[in-house]
T-cell receptor, first 114, second 121 residues
């Protein structure tokens, strides 16, 4: 099974709707990143969370980290077609000498209909 | 944010040839870079960690003699796919860590390059 599970795997919403993507780890999180990717392109850094309870926002995207639950959520408010893409969570789940290595979830494909 | 570039963006080669992919950090120095590969509609899988001035460390199952990594300077790491075969066709992405600016932050921010699409015929 995946060490980092994202849900849902795909999401189709109408423009203007809010949505949430979850990322759950089977291991302790030493840091969690959210990225956005368009198919066949590189990853765009969105946010990085380190501490339990931490919450960050950028424009209409908010990410939270629940360290106890080993889980993070990404919330988009009033979605727009420009938000469409693949959202990936990546995490350092090994810490120690594996510092900086990221394990990724399988991604969530977001489609926003105008 | 920091910029990481990759070259080439796309490459098509014949089976048995070698291909070199470059990863550069453009506005910061990166002592560590990471190489990932991504198959269609799948997530990223870490291949190896590239360390400036020392040997790369490879993840389990990744052949070090097939995927040669050289980190010659603080801004450049190269991945060479030797004797490429069709099963090596994939999307290869590198990332580099930018050290945190100010304060005592534990985690470095990792920035990714735009990726290289390798097709082996």
């Amino acid at each position: 099974s995946q060490e980092l599970e994202q849900s849902p795997q795909s999401l189709i919403v109408q423009e203007g709707k809010n949505l949430t993507i979850n990322c759950t780890s089977s291991k302790t999180l030493y840091g969690l990143y959210w990225y956005k990717q368009k198919y066949g392109e590189g990853l765009i850094f969105l946010m990085m969370l380190q501490k339990g309870g931490e919450e960050k926002s950028h424009e209409k995207i908010t990410a939270k980290l629940d360290e106890k639950k080993q889980q993070s959520s990404l919330h988009i408010t009033a979605s727009q077609p420009s938000h469409a893409g693949i959202y990936l969570c990546g995490a350092d789940i090994k810490g120690g000498t594996s510092y900086g290595k990221l394990t990724f979830g399988q991604g969530t494909i977001l489609t926003v209909h105008p | 944010g920091a910029v990481v570039s990759q070259h080439p963006s796309r490459v098509i080669c014949k089976s048995g040839t070698s291909v070199k992919i470059e990863c550069r950090s453009l506005d910061f120095q990166a002592t560590t870079m990471f190489w990932y590969r991504q198959f269609p509609k799948q997530s990223l899988m870490l291949m190896a960690t590239s360390n400036e001035g020392s040997k790369a460390t490879y993840e389990q199952g990744v052949e070090k003699d097939k995927f040669l990594i050289n980190h010659a300077s603080l801004t450049l790491s190269t991945l060479t796919v030797t004797s490429a075969h069709p099963e090596d066709s994939s999307f290869y992405i590198c990332s580099a860590s930018e050290p945190p600016r100010g304060g005592s932050i534990v985690l470095d921010t990792q920035y990714f390059g735009p990726g290289t699409r390798l097709t082996v015929l």
